[in-house]
């Protein structure tokens, strides 16, 4: 089964790029889980604030917002595709991944569709 994880920091200073040594320990997590088979893809996210854009469909019409957005206590600084085999695995990658990404959330949804998933 294929998950998708997006990271939610607690640190306020989340949008600053990491230290190098916080990469290194995050670049040898990542290496290993792909080595591992359990993660498919990853990648951090600008905030919002420095681009983006809202796709907003309603009534067979559609309106593009562009960024800056309202401001939010909430950034989703990341995401993860991963795959294993049930959802208390996704929670276990997820508290791997926390142990080193720090305090924050890390919100678990299982994709649907694909061959896995049919």
Known sequence: MRFLMMWYPDQPGAERPPDPE????????????????????????????MGGATITARGGKFMVTDGPFTESKEMIAGFAI????????????????????GEGECGIRQIIGGPDNL
């Open 22 to 49: 916080y990469m290194e320990r995050m670049d040898r997590f990542v290496a290993a889980e792909m080595e591992a088979g359990v993660l498919l893809a990853t990648g951090g996210l600008l905030p919002t604030s």
């Open 82 to 101: 991963i795959n294993v085999a049930s959802l208390d695995e996704a929670v276990e990658a997820a508290r791997r991944f926390t142990g080193i990404a």
